[in-house]
């Protein structure tokens, strides 16, 4: 039975991590990304993962403003100093 | 040593408040989060990191730049954080729960959501996934941020340090298995295990 893809789309959810994380050989990547190109259904699923993956760096970002440090910690980096 | 790192610890060393605020703001969010993973308990959270401050503090002048002072920094949390939750007897020891995290196959997707053998398209979505919103609809994504947000305090425990690590603080896969003690296959199995649950968990608030 001919195949439509070298990768099933099975195989492709498997393998996305290794791909946004640079981990994979050339021909492996180039067989990923021709189904990527072919298949809308995974192609969403990498622009998921690529989203969520951006958002999720947005999460603990550092304040605008500057607030004083916990009390306990500011009076041991005093401390620390006087030392 | 990174000159950034030399220039915050020479301020320190001045007695600069303003630089000491600077580092604990930019790290303050990221290290309860973190401490949090082990110890379960928001109060508890933050007297980790409040320890693990004073804990930095006290051997910041043994510090090499061997790496950067950012790991070193989170590697001084993970290990306060993890004392605190061996004192209190709520955790398993990281090889356990690593080994209940990896071991069984787990697939990213659900086999269902594909066609079945033995069809030429075995393999292929069956149930394709829906989209997410656009990034251009701004309250849509406030949504799904938030909803990331709760999503990463679903996944088991080291999953979630894996996760935390490397998307929310962007350390490489390399710093984050130095700052857990982590081998390289199993930083990569936890993240992509992770991350494909993450995506499953919001695909469903669709």
């Known amino acids: 039975m001919t195949k439509p893809f070298e990768l099933t789309c099975q195989e492709i959810v498997e393998l996305v991590t290794d791909y946004l994380e640079g981990h994979m050989r050339a021909a492996q990547r180039s067989q990923f990304e021709q189904h990527i190109v072919m298949c809308a259904p995974c192609a969403t699923y990498l622009e998921q993962m690529r989203t969520m993956v951006g958002l999720a760096a947005t999460l603990d970002a550092p304040p605008e403003v500057v607030p004083q440090p916990p009390a306990a910690v500011l009076e041991a980096f005093r401390r620390w100093k006087r030392s | 040593m990174h000159a950034e790192d030399r220039a915050t610890l020479d301020a320190l060393k001045r007695g600069d408040e303003r630089a000491f605020a600077h580092l604990v703001a930019a790290y303050q969010a990221g290290f309860v989060r973190i401490a949090y993973t082990w110890v379960r308990s928001a109060t508890a959270a933050q007297e980790v990191v409040q320890d693990a401050w004073l804990a930095a503090l006290e051997s910041i002048d043994r510090f090499e730049g061997r790496s950067s002072l950012r790991t070193w920094l989170y590697g001084i949390v993970v290990n306060t954080a993890r004392a605190h939750a061996r004192a209190q007897r709520r955790q ?9 995290e990896t ?104």
């Open chain 2, 103 to 206: 071991d069984a196959h787990e697939p990213a997707v659900e086999a269902a959501r594909f066609v079945a053998e033995p069809e030429r398209w075995s393999g292929h979505w069956l149930h394709a996934p829906a989209p997410f919103p656009g990034p251009d609809r701004a309250l849509e994504q406030r949504e799904l941020r938030a909803q990331l947000d709760a999503a990463i305090s679903e996944l088991p425990p080291v999953q979630q340090q894996v996760v935390i690590l490397c998307d929310v603080q962007r350390f490489s896969g390399e710093e984050a298995c130095n700052i857990l003690g982590l081998s390289d296959t199993h930083q990569r199995v936890l993240l992509h295990r992770a991350r494909a649950k993450l995506r499953a968990i919001l695909e469903k608030q669709r």
């Open chain 2, 92 to 100: 398993a020891p990281m090889s356990a729960l690593v080994a209940e």
